[in-house]
């Protein structure tokens, strides 16, 4: 019973990561010319520097003997393309490698209303304003070109939101 439930659960967050990084890149491609032209105003403005910078000491190129030293716990998956932990019912986290075994993605993931669930300002700051979705759910994707990686914030709506921050390296960063 209990290897059942959990199958079923790593199946529904195994489709929801798919749901996810499809989202993401859709939102990517979707706000490339609006995002240029914000690059050309902020690169008038001050540069923006990143509020999240990393996750439980997990940061964009850190090698992934590293993350496995620093979260101290067994992965539930562990292969050449990435790792994946699972902290609680309510946190996980799928670390995404390149093929020097980089950290290239940090997706973390809350499911219901939990004090650990960062804010969206604990993401982004004040400064920055939420795109809010027509189903009530938050959404933001910030770029830092500076800092090499960008951030994004997905939060459903409802009783028991799904949260999804992600911290990824841009393609053209070093």
Do not use: H
């Amino acid at each position: 019973m209990e290897t059942k439930r959990t199958s079923k659960k790593m199946f529904c967050v195994a489709t929801i990561l798919s749901f996810v990084f499809w989202l993401t890149a859709t939102n990517v491609l979707a706000q490339t010319e609006v995002a240029k032209t914000e690059a050309q105003e902020n690169a008038a403005q001050t540069t923006l520097q990143p509020v999240l910078t990393e996750y439980k000491g997990i940061k964009i190129g850190m090698m992934a003997d590293e993350v496995r030293k620093t979260l101290d716990k067994k992965p539930k998956a562990d292969d050449k393309d990435g790792l994946y932990y699972v902290f609680s019912d309510e946190e996980s986290v799928q670390i995404g490698l390149d093929s020097d075994e980089k950290v290239r993605v940090i997706l973390i993931m809350y499911s219901g209303k939990d004090a650990k669930t960062p804010k969206y300002e604990d993401v982004f700051g004040k400064d920055i304003p939420a795109t809010n979705k027509e189903d009530g759910g938050i959404y933001n994707l910030v770029r830092y070109p500076d800092a090499g990686f960008w951030v994004a914030y997905n939060q459903t709506a409802g009783e028991n939101p799904m949260t999804t921050i992600t911290i990824q390296k841009m393609w053209n960063a070093k």
